[in-house]
């Protein structure tokens, strides 16, 4: 054999070699599903890969609950509410800069220090108290984004009873972080789901695009009641929705939900039952759902078409039927 034609059979073998190969490592793969409870609420996570990664995942929602859970009484966001001198770390950081970003762009409708407000109305890290309007409008003086500030990783409060919470957003952040990790170890295809926030990427098992549903918003508190009013086609998408329709308790005729406007200490009490916040991340998506569950369909869509980033699906009662409202960009395929 001629020296070109060895060089040939060589470079073929080579070749076969580098398809046998690829092909192994492809056939390798598969789609992991892990679920779970985490942050009073349910995971599903699913991703093409090697491995099942439910270690890495577990440690990636470790780290967010010793951050932000106010009811992991060594986390972060617990030791600042005490007033501890605790230098705070970056998953803490990254939502607070962003939190406060969403306070400003919404005039203050979304606030971390709405913290004593929520445990006031009983949905909170303390049991519910009695109150009187002079009570909330005293609470409300504890109340206010610009009273709080990041200095040298650690948090300033303007007074030592101001005290944080950051369900709102940390949900949204979780789902971000575990993406990330995922994304880092070459992953393309997943779906992290917690507590119905969302981040999409890639194809799902049947090489096709995730399907994301929006729930209808029925009355709801014992989260059985599964019923779609939309779905969404994606293969890239972080969202999240918020609502009052699980949240809740009666004071007599009076419906409390869960969504305190720190602007006036009171439950919301509006048309807007649900609200369904794409952005470019989840953690954002999360902090916009709830402002706008707190400032209600109009100003939601006027706020939302002036964010580029985001887009939104609003679910109002009109009424007795249901009316969906969307920003200009909304569309049901990402």
Same mark, same amino acid.
């Given at each position: 054999m001629d020296r070109k034609k060895m060089i040939t059979a060589l470079a073929l073998i080579a070749l076969s070699v580098g398809l046998l190969v690829w092909n192994i490592e492809d056939d390798s793969r598969r789609y992991y599903r892990n679920e779970g409870h985490v942050f009073g609420t349910v995971y599903n996570i699913q991703y093409e890969y090697t491995e099942d990664l439910l270690d890495t995942i577990l440690v990636c929602l470790d780290e967010v609950d010793n951050a932000l859970s106010m009811f992991n009484p060594q986390s972060t966001i617990a030791c600042v509410n005490r007033n501890e001198d605790v230098e705070v770390g970056s998953d803490f950081e990254t939502v607070f800069l962003q939190a406060q970003e969403v306070s400003r762009l919404s005039d203050g409708a *979304?606030?971390?220090?709405v913290a004593p407000l929520v445990n006031a109305w009983g949905f909170g890290f303390e049991n519910r108290t009695d109150r009187t309007p002079e009570q909330i409008d005293s609470l409300r003086q504890l109340v206010g984004w610009r009273n709080v500030e990041l /200095?040298?990783?650690?948090?300033? /409060?303007?007074?030592p009873a101001i005290r944080l919470d950051a369900s709102a957003i940390a949900k949204g952040y979780a789902c971000d972080k575990v993406a990330d990790r995922l994304r880092r170890l070459g992953i393309t295809n997943l779906l992290v789901d917690i507590?119905?926030?969302v981040v999409a990427r890639g194809k799902n098992s049947k090489g096709e695009p995730w399907n994301i549903g929006i729930t209808k918003p029925i009355d709801d508190p014992t989260g059985q009641k599964q019923v779609l009013q939309d779905k969404?086609?994606? *293969?890239?998408?972080?969202?999240?929705?918020?609502?009052?329709?699980?949240?809740f308790y009666y004071e007599g005729t009076e419906k409390r939900s869960h969504t305190i406007?720190?602007?006036t200490g009171w439950p919301v009490s509006h048309s807007l039952l649900s609200a369904t916040v794409t952005a470019s991340t989840c953690? /954002?998506?999360?902090?916009?759902?709830?402002?706008?569950?707190?400032?209600?369909?109009?100003?939601?869509l006027e706020l939302i078409n002036n964010i580029p980033d985001a887009a939104c699906y609003l679910i109002v009662a009109w009424q007795d039927s249901l009316v969906v409202r969307t920003s200009s960009n909304w569309t049901l395929t990402e």
């Open positions: *979304f606030d971390l220090t /200095k040298d990783h650690h948090i300033v /409060k303007q007074q507590g119905g926030e969404i086609q994606t *293969f890239n998408l972080c969202m999240a929705t918020s609502g009052n329709y699980r949240n406007d720190p602007r953690m /954002k998506a999360d902090a916009l759902a709830t402002t706008c569950m707190v400032i209600g369909d109009s100003a939601a």
